[in-house]
């Protein structure tokens, strides 16, 4: 353990909130812990006023991860309530304020928060930023990005692309990329037989996995419109391939809908359109044979150190960082974000097989670690003498 860092306050999403960030500053938080730091996590008491969540519900059902320390007490949106939580820290005095940015809506509120508690002249603020622009564009992003981005002494990102737009905003502050750790907190791969069982899925499909909120920047139109090319060149019902949809639509569902009647696709999609709760993860993972991620554009994803967890293949379209995460060939196949190119990326590997990929999976995996982010983070802060 580093002697010049001991108390470090993760403030992000956690439970009793739901979702991939609250999963991740879990497992960030339980891996400082296990260095030997004093590790809690400052998470929301009310995360986003429920006319902007799109979902069902922001709140989990799962049981509160055991010995970890998290206070629910932020409030998005009540500056008094930055204020004093802010005041809260700078005399706490953390050594070091790990602060996750996902959505320029945050800004306001985390830019605030930390550059109150950097009063002290203690604690480094050191930002995780999973996104710079954000996905879905908003009036005021630029305007909020840039001012919690100047509350922050260092950044670490997930990806080469949104390196590139931190340093558009942040040239000169210290910056490094660190590869996206393992999901590693779902529990351990189950047999593919038992998956399905559980799943109530038939053992001898070639089933292709589309997984996690259903959103317009993931392409789920643009891999149902593949699946219709290969409905009509005979592969679906000659290779006896299935689609399942597994997550939450977050936006109106109508389009998707349309386009599954207008192709008539139904028998070759298997829909499971709610919240995946944290502890049946696994089982969607392990019963899929491709995971597909048809994004029209992306930072870094969530889903692909999952589908390296469980060593499963992927498709994943040519934006972002996903082609530096999946190497073309070894970990999946890498194609252009529109239909054809992804029919054909299935199409190929159906004719490669599983099995050609999972020694480069086993490979690639062993870059996605936690020890190296926590220590990332870490050498961000102990660098500035913290």
Known sequence: ???????????????????????????????????????????????????????????STDPAPENMQIFSCINSVNPLNWLKTGLKLKKEKPDLIVVRYWLPFMGPALGTIVRIASLNKHTHIVAITDNVLPHEKRPGDRMFTRYFLKSCHAFVTMSEKVLGDLKSFEPTKPAKQVLHPLYDNFGSAVPIGEARKKLGIEADVILLLFFGFI????????????????????????????????????EDTQKYEELIRQYQLEEYLILKTDFIPDQEVRYYLCASNLVVQPYRN??????????????????????????????????????????????????????????HFLPHLRTEKEKYSWEILAEALIGMAVSKGK
């Open 1 to 59: 353990m580093n002697q010049s860092i001991r108390k470090i306050v993760i403030i992000g999403p956690a439970h009793p909130l739901r979702g991939g960030l609250a999963s991740f500053d879990q497992r960030l938080c339980k891996e400082f812990s296990k260095q030997g730091f004093e590790a809690s996590i400052y998470s929301f008491s009310l995360q986003y006023p429920s006319f902007l969540f799109p979902g069902t519900t922001q709140f």
């Open 298 to 355: 992306a930072t870094q994803s969530g889903v692909t150190p999952l589908s390296y967890h469980f060593e499963k293949p992927m498709v994943v379209t040519n934006v972002g960082g996903l082609p530096q995460m999946v190497p073309h060939g070894k970990a999946g196949l890498v194609c252009e974000p529109n239909p054809t190119s992804i029919a054909n990326a299935i199409q190929e590997f159906v004719r490669l097989g599983e099995k």
């Open 215 to 250: 959103r317009k920047y993931k392409g789920l139109d643009l891999l149902l419109e593949a699946m219709n090319i290969l409905k009509s060149n005979g592969v679906l019902s000659s290779s006896n391939i299935k689609l399942m949809i597994a997550g939450e639509y977050y």
